[in-house]
């Protein structure tokens, strides 16, 4: 077999269509709200922000939604993506259990967050949008969504979190050779950020920030736009091509999994990986453990309310029910900057609630001791955010070696940390301290949160 056939071959097994778990859910998602009147938002309510074909995902029940071939022809420059085996890992343990992890740091921007950059920036332009605005975290969002922007000749404006547009500065530089503007957020362009610089000038910002920053220019032109990278249905829908592909690949490999693990701050990648698994067990398939991995400085799974809230800070979303530390709560500056939302995405929290998932919270110096382990035995370096993951998988072996189970884990390992060595430098250094979130400030903001009739 030549190189060439063999490729084709590959590009053939890329998903032809998304998988939407809503269709096989046990019970429905509660509504989305609108914060004036408190009742169900429709889709024109959502149009000032995205197009209607985005729109038309998001409240889609059907179970597959085909995947347009422009956006195919995009995911072919690195899908599918490798599952692979970590035999290193394994010895390195002494586990009995077999350990695979689907490795989403081969795309463009080197995380799984071009899976949705791709298909948002197509619909835009096939709406005739200019420019788009979003937020991003550690940058991995943002710098998916420039790249995505290159391609489909789309204005790009990323407001990045303070804390992590300081701790970051090479993936400002990816956005801005990708064509993109990138400001730190909060930032005196936007009356919301002017607001919140005037309460807080050393403020280190938080995703819910920059969210309000990215929807209030928004919603201000007619010829732009808003894409978010987590959170919502879209979304969490364009990322299942990651579980679905692993799904054939552990097929071919003769293997299916006992437990699968992924790292959660808006949820984005863990359903990617989790969401056509599930659905197969719904639907009457083999019963998997999950495990839903977030940082204990910003716990919103594990300590969160599951209440209405708004999505941002700046209370310019619409409420939507999920696992909340409150829109006002703001995390310390922990480096996994991809999980500091105050929110986890509701059809992940709906999963929670139905008892379908489980969840843990971990402290950054043990996931990057996790991390150090898995690049000195299977020689990828990941991201923070990666980390929790990898220290949920890890946790998972050693725990089939205390009990004497042979147990299949798959995790997600979403993403390289080439652009975090500065985090690495210093937990190598010994100057990388766990952080816990102020419970007083927790307490604040989970009081604050809005009044919905029924509730």
């Not at 004497?404 to 390992?413: Q, Y």
């Amino acid at each position: 077999m030549t190189a060439r056939t063999r490729y084709l071959l590959d590009e053939e097994r890329i998903p032809t269509a998304w998988y939407n778990l809503a269709a096989d859910l046990p019970a429905p998602l509660p509504p989305v709200l609108h914060p004036g009147t408190g009742q169900p938002i429709g889709p024109t309510d959502l149009e000032p922000l995205f197009p209607m074909a985005l729109i038309a995902q998001e409240v889609s029940a059907e179970r597959d939604i085909d995947i347009p071939e422009p956006v195919r022809e995009v995911y072919r420059s690195w899908r599918p993506t490798p599952l692979i085996r970590a035999h290193r890992l394994e010895k390195h343990l002494d586990t009995p259990a077999r350990i695979y992890y689907k490795y989403e740091g081969v795309s463009p921007s080197g995380s799984h967050k071009p899976n949705t950059a791709v298909p948002q920036a197509f619909y835009n332009k096939e709406a005739g949008v200019a420019r788009i605005t979003t937020e991003t975290g550690a940058g991995q969002w943002g710098s998916a969504l420039s790249y995505a922007g290159a391609l489909f000749d789309l204005a790009i404006k990323v407001f990045m979190v303070r804390v992590s547009f300081e701790q970051k500065p090479y993936r400002k530089a990816l956005m801005q050779s990708f064509g993109a503007e990138c400001v730190p957020s909060p930032s005196s362009e936007t009356e919301v950020g002017r607001r919140i610089l005037a309460d807080d000038p050393d403020t280190t910002g938080s995703l819910g920030i920059a969210i309000s920053e990215a929807v209030e220019l928004a919603a201000g032109r007619a010829d732009t736009k808003y894409a978010l990278g987590s959170v919502l249905n879209h979304v969490l829908l364009h990322q299942t091509v990651v579980g679905l592909e692993a799904m054939e690949q552990l097929a071919i490999a003769g293997d299916e999994p006992d437990v699968v693990v992924g790292c959660t701050g808006g949820g984005s990648n863990f359903a990617g990986l989790v969401f056509p698994f599930l659905g197969a067990q719904l639907r009457g398939g083999k019963n998997i453990d999950v495990l839903a991995c977030e940082p204990a400085a910003c716990p919103s799974l594990t300590r969160g309310t599951y209440a209405y809230d708004f999505g941002d800070t700046g209370h310019l979303t619409p409420l939507v029910k999920m696992h909340t530390l409150g829109s006002g709560f703001v995390p310390p500056g922990f480096h996994a900057g991809g999980l500091r939302y105050h929110g986890m995405a509701p059809m992940v929290s709906h999963l929670l609630e139905l008892g379908l998932i489980r969840a843990q919270a971990f402290h950054q110096t043990g996931c990057f001791e996790a991390g150090l382990t898995f690049a000195r035995t299977e020689g990828i370096l990941p991201a923070p955010e990666a980390n929790h993951a990898v220290r949920g998988a890890i946790d998972e072996a050693l725990a089939c070696k205390r009990d004497g189970t042979s147990k299949v884990i798959l995790f997600n390992l979403c993403g390289h940390g080439y652009f975090d060595m500065a985090a690495y430098d210093e937990y190598l250094a010994g100057k990388l301290q766990d952080r816990d979130y102020d419970q007083a400030a927790l307490d604040r903001a989970l009081a604050a949160l809005p009044a919905v009739a029924g509730e």
